[in-house]
């Protein structure tokens, strides 16, 4: 995260961070996306504000529940704007209510323009799961083995002793 945010001048980026957990949701998720996103042309496109490219960085990417059918919609929504090229906008909800209108609802597609996607994920265990290969398949793997005792110790001393 520091690296996007110390870089985005120089590098001409936007970057978007996003926090998965067990209960984050796709809708959730895709509103953190357009929420930092302009309209480009219309309201079926969208893009980093200007020129920028925008970087959507989302940490703990494998956290989001699995549902009984072994879906995570959060990350099938990124899967799908990684095969795609965006999503299609959602429904507002009712009145007063939180069920959305879908009766007569008007789905359209929306681009996504010049935006990439970064995640990071720790193995799967303690609330973390698997992630599926249609979705791995979009990305290079940089793995990080856990570090021994000894470095451990150093960097948590620094911290320590810093207060």
């Known amino acids: 995260q520091s690296l996007l945010t110390t870089q985005q001048d120089p ?3 936007m970057p ?9 949701s796709s ?3 895709q509103m953190s996306i357009e929420a930092k996103l302009d309209k480009k042309k219309g309201k079926k496109v969208l893009g980093g504000p200007g020129q920028k490219k925008t970087v959507v960085f989302v940490d703990d990417v494998n956290m989001p529940i699995q549902e009984d059918s072994g879906a995570q919609p959060p990350i099938e929504l990124l899967r799908q704007f990684l095969d795609f090229g965006g999503f299609y906008n959602r429904p507002l909800p009712a009145e007063g209510g939180k069920a959305p209108k879908i009766a007569g609802a008007k789905f359209f597609w929306k681009d996504i323009l010049h935006t990439s996607l970064v995640c990071a994920a720790a193995p799967p265990g303690g609330g973390r799961s698997p992630l599926t290969p249609r979705f791995m398949r979009h990305f290079h793997l940089f793995c990080l083995p856990r570090p021994d005792e000894d470095s451990l110790r150093v960097i948590f001393e ?6």
Do not use: P
Not at 158 to 163: A, H, R, Y
């Open 11 to 13: 590098l001409n980026i």
């Open 16 to 24: 978007i961070f996003i926090n998965f957990s067990a209960q984050t």
């Open 27 to 29: 809708s959730a998720t």
């Open 158 to 163: 620094g911290i320590v002793l810093g207060f």
